[in-house]
């Protein structure tokens, strides 16, 4: 296609009739991409066959196509390993929060053993899980409140 | 040297094994992060920090699963972040998403380069996706992390907006 031929033959505004026509249009792609369309082929030529407008949005589309078919993807020259080698054996910046949990932990005992003397002993007693909890958490090396950036990846 | 041997390789720390994987995907994955991006010359960053991603996180992957597409969702993920600590994009005066297959139709490839540069993130990428990749509806939810149905729908509101946009 010569140059500035796509927009001369696209002048027009692009239009959307109603869901029919967006059904047909995108049964069309799906047809064109080689997938499987929601309407049957009878289904879409009698539909094209009644409506100009989704005519005219079939050639916009097929003129996309060429456009596309005239281009490829750039690529590139760049060589990334020495940047990447240099850095292999850095160790992923990451909160270091044992020492705040000890210090939250060595925090709610005190408080708890300052307690002690004015509360009844059941009241205290409550805190004992916490306490469990958090040196299991402690003891396991897992931190509750990280954001595991790599869900995606577990799927 | 095939991926499955040197993702095996790697997982027990060898460098050269990686360096050959590197070597394989470093133009594609540049090529992906500009395409991102939308141009922007931090591409090679990303897919670098990518690559480290990919790394350390090799002992997770999968063998019998190919390696790109699994890289690919690490690579999205740098160019999400580094699109949201810079904000602005460098106005370049050479194409750097889209390459004519012949030099006689450079002004339609700079228009379409312009058109492509224009569109929001998410629908530049599934366009250059199916264009430049011919990647299949399946192959496009996987990378992206989509339904299939969405990538349907997606994918035609892009073509549409990159028509929109290639006719002003």
Redesign the interface.
């Known amino acids: 296609?010569p140059?500035?031929?796509?927009?001369r033959s696209?002048?027009g505004s692009?239009h959307m009739k109603d869901s029919n026509c967006e059904n047909v249009?995108?049964s069309i792609?799906?047809a064109a991409?080689?997938?499987s369309a929601q309407l049957s082929p009878e289904e879409i030529k009698a539909h094209l066959s009644a409506c100009a407008d989704c005519r005219e949005e079939m050639v916009?589309?097929q003129?996309?196509d060429s456009?596309?078919?005239?281009?490829?993807?750039?690529?590139?020259?760049?060589?990334?390993?020495p940047?990447?080698?240099g850095?292999?054996d850095q160790r992923?910046a990451t909160m270091n929060w044992q020492p705040y949990a000890v210090v939250s932990i060595l925090l709610v005992v005190y408080k708890l053993i300052e307690m002690l003397p004015e509360a009844a002993p059941g009241w205290a007693i409550n805190l004992v899980p916490l306490i469990i909890f958090g040196a299991l958490l402690v003891f396991l090396r897992e931190n509750p409140f990280r954001i595991n950036?790599?869900l995606?990846?577990?799927k | 040297m095939d991926d499955e041997i040197a993702i095996e390789k790697c997982k027990n720390g060898d460098?050269e094994a990686?360096?050959y994987l590197?070597?394989r995907y470093?133009?594609?994955?540049?090529?992906h992060a500009?395409?991102i991006l939308g141009g922007r010359e931090d591409?090679?960053d990303a897919?670098?920090e990518a690559?480290?991603d990919a790394?350390?996180?090799l002992k997770?992957f999968d063998n019998s699963r190919p390696f790109y597409p699994?890289f690919y969702?690490?690579l999205r993920?740098r160019c999400f972040k580094m699109a949201a600590r810079k904000r602005e994009t460098e106005s370049l005066d050479e194409?750097?998403?889209?390459?004519?297959?012949?030099p006689a139709?450079?002004?339609?490839?700079h228009?379409?380069e312009n058109a492509l540069r224009s569109l929001d993130r998410d629908d530049r990428e599934i366009v250059?996706l199916?264009?430049?990749?011919g990647l299949?509806?399946n192959e496009l939810a996987e990378r992206l992390?989509i339904p299939k149905g969405t990538v349907?729908?997606r994918?035609?509101h892009a073509?549409?907006k990159?028509?929109?946009k290639?006719?002003?």
Do not use: C, H
């Open positions: 296609m140059g500035g031929s796509y927009k696209l002048k692009l249009l995108l792609m799906a991409d080689g997938e916009r589309m003129q996309l456009v596309f078919q005239q281009a490829t993807r750039r690529e590139s020259t760049i060589d990334l390993w940047a990447i080698n850095r292999l992923p950036s790599e995606a990846l577990e | 460098r990686f360096r590197v070597e470093q133009r594609q994955a540049v090529s500009t395409a591409a090679p897919a670098q690559f480290i790394f350390r996180a997770q699994w969702v690490l993920n194409t750097v998403i889209v390459a004519p297959n012949s139709q450079s002004e339609d490839i228009a379409l250059t199916k264009y430049f990749d299949d509806y992390q349907m729908s994918l035609f073509r549409r990159l028509q929109a290639l006719e002003r």
